[in-house]
């Protein structure tokens, strides 16, 4: 189903006329700085051209509805504006549901609702953002409808994070919002999550293609580890601050990390503000190290930092794992690592044009042969951030 599609499908479901608008919002990957967003740090993201289509139009009456096009016989979900509280009932509608629910609560109030479909392709589960990318489209939306003009795509990423935080439980960083709401072309975003100043770096790999790897895995209790692992950073953190006059773990460096690691009596805990720290140190480097053109250095940094996740930070898994093993075996991979949150979801590689035949090749033979899965490829192309399309 395409865009025009998704249309025909909204004028079927709520009836055509009237102003109706589409939008589109793509999900994102990181290439490096993982988990350090919370922690005051660096992350590189940059957004795809895929992600979440949306088709909506204002209505008369202060209802809203939603439609999800990619779940078979999705019934519309319905809502009053004057009762924006969380249902499990709404499932998936909980992520629009919770950026009207924040608009209200900054002060954006409308009085009249809107109508609403959806559509993604972005894969369910894989780490790639999909539920970033509904929370900007969702805002994107209500900012263009409503004429919410003074809110800038940074403001519609803080709105998506907020209700994604206080909404629907996951105490996620800014990261994703950020790269779905301020993605550019060929381009990615190193982005200082303790001020949100960011710059744009041209992606430009002459002889290279960034491949996502989709492990087709998610393991349960995700939001439970995430938010954990937050928890022990803060713990970390807050013993650190018993030494050293710092506001968060970003503001160390590994030499810093080194000299008063010991205030953290908590091995674990200590474990996770070690990637923290170091995590950040290999971002700022390895975005020098592309303005440098050294990608191999670059790629370095990748393997290092997926490392660090496995053991430090115990965000990995046994398939992506195997995943990123099979990528550092085979000759013209410049680098590999999981991206996202983890436990489960993709990795993502650098790997020279020439061998990007034989790494699809390699990588699905091996991860099919040792788990039974047939793993998904994506060469990526690097997309802009959301916006109306029509
Ligand atoms: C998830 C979160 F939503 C991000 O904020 C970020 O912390 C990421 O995990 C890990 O780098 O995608």
Request: glycine letters at 10%.
């Amino acid at each position: 189903m395409d865009a025009k599609d998704l249309r025909a499908k909204f004028v079927e479901i709520y009836g055509d006329g009237g102003d109706i608008r589409e939008y589109f919002a793509p999900g994102r990957v990181n290439l490096i700085g993982e988990h350090t967003d919370y922690n005051g740090g660096h992350v590189f993201p940059c957004a795809l051209t895929i992600g979440t289509y949306g088709v909506a139009r204002k209505r008369e009456d202060d209802k809203i509805h939603f439609f999800s096009a990619n779940l078979e016989d999705c019934e519309v979900v319905e809502v009053s504006l004057s009762d924006l509280s969380y249902q499990k009932r709404y499932s998936w509608a909980n992520y629009p549901l919770g950026v009207v629910w924040a608009f209200d609560g900054k002060g954006k109030k409308m009085t009249q609702g809107f109508d609403m479909a959806i559509r993604g392709n972005i894969p369910n589960g894989s780490g790639l953002s999909s539920s970033a990318s509904l929370e900007v489209l969702t805002g994107t939306i209500l900012r263009d409808l409503y004429g919410f003009a003074d809110l800038s795509m940074t403001d519609l990423a803080l709105i998506g994070q907020y209700s994604e935080n206080n909404f629907n439980g996951c105490n996620c960083g800014i990261m994703d919002q950020f790269a779905v709401a301020m993605g550019k072309k060929d381009c990615a975003i190193f982005l200082d999550t303790s001020d949100l100043s960011y710059e744009y770096a041209k992606i430009a790999l002459p002889d290279a293609k960034i491949v996502i790897t989709n492990s087709k895995v998610k393991h349960s209790l995700v939001d439970g580890q995430y938010n954990k692992r937050r928890e022990e950073c803060a713990e970390a953190l807050a013993q650190l601050q018993t030494v050293v006059d710092i506001q968060s773990l970003g503001e160390l460096d590994n030499e810093g990390f080194e000299k008063y690691k010991d205030v953290i009596t908590d091995e674990e805990c200590k474990k996770r503000a070690r990637h923290a720290v170091a995590e950040n140190q290999r971002t700022i480097e390895a975005v020098a190290a592309l303005k440098d053109n050294d990608v191999e250095k670059f790629g370095k940094l990748m393997n290092a930092s997926h490392v660090s996740l496995r053991d430090d930070y115990k965000v990995s898994c046994e398939e992506i794992d195997i995943l990123v093993d099979l990528a550092w075996s085979i000759d013209g991979v410049v680098g590999s690592r999981i991206t996202g949150g983890g436990f489960g979801g993709c990795t993502v590689s650098i790997v020279k044009n020439d061998a990007v035949d034989a790494f699809m090749e390699k990588v699905g033979a091996g991860y099919k042969e040792k788990t039974g899965i047939d793993a998904e490829f994506y060469v990526v192309d690097i997309g802009d951030g959301a916006r109306r399309t029509v």
